[in-house]
């Protein structure tokens, strides 16, 4: 793809590994780091997570919710079928002790827990000369996902914001440019120059893959769109 118009490529040194330990490490002689991207808006204090002690001190009814949460994401991983998840319900053993009644109050508490974008359902047809397709299709917002992805918490070590260039030393002592990530291509380093300064690029990136529905379907396929943006480690 041809760079239209865009600034020339701005150099700046920097010898020695990433700065950044907990991301992955190749090992290359030089990496230079946009001069753009080193611009700090704010500072905020991150709250830890709870030790095991802080944890032991939470009130019971905290604790339990804690529990309740992991009995939830138990049954709803299970490899087994709704009938076989019901019966669990049905033991006398675990029928007061549970917060669900049944299945379906289980699933109904999981999708209460808005913690992903939201899904859009559209509804497609098409015409035929004898017969009429309908396509269910299920979105969601890249923006949002975009969004959603940058704040998870437990990625920030593995996420970059500034795009880096990265080059291995030949016998011959001539450099050689090496692409590992993302952050390391030179598009995103030519573009960083037209965002406002402060900005970021997040690139987004789609990828697809027939699938089978079910045994029972025939020859029916679907074709899931997967995204995800080129920030992350490409090793998550």
């Known amino acids: 793809m041809r760079d239209w118009g865009l600034p020339p490529s701005p150099v700046v040194s920097q010898q020695g590994e990433s700065s950044d330990p907990e991301l992955p490490v190749h090992g290359y002689a030089t990496i230079e780091t946009h001069p753009l991207g080193d611009l700090v808006l704010r500072w905020e ?27 939830a994401e138990w049954i709803a991983n299970s490899t087994c079928t709704d009938a076989e998840r019901e019966a669990y319900f049905q033991l006398e053993k675990h029928k007061r002790n549970l917060p669900f009644n049944n299945l379906a109050g289980l699933y109904a508490v999981i999708d209460s827990y ?63 440019q090496a692409f590992g990530e993302m952050w390391s291509g030179n598009w995103w380093w030519r573009i960083l120059p037209l965002i ?13 893959n ?19 943006i080129g920030n992350i480690a490409k090793g998550i």
């Open 45 to 71: 204090e991150e709250p830890e997570g709870l030790s095991e002690d802080e944890y032991a001190e939470l009130p019971g009814e905290l604790v339990n919710q804690a529990q309740d949460f992991l009995l």
């Open 114 to 176: 808005a913690q992903t974008p939201g899904w859009t359902h559209n509804v497609l047809e098409e015409r035929y000369e004898d017969h009429v397709k309908v396509l269910h299709v299920y979105m969601r917002c890249p923006v949002e996902t975009t969004r959603h992805l940058i704040g998870l918490r437990r990625l920030k070590k593995y996420i970059r914001y500034v795009p880096e260039k990265h080059f291995t030393v030949a016998l011959d002592g001539n450099r050689i």
């Open 196 to 208: 406002q300064r402060g900005g970021t690029a997040a690139p987004f990136i789609v990828m697809t």
């Open 210 to 228: 027939p699938t089978q529905l079910t045994a029972i379907s025939g020859d029916k396929l679907a074709w899931p769109v997967y995204g995800t």
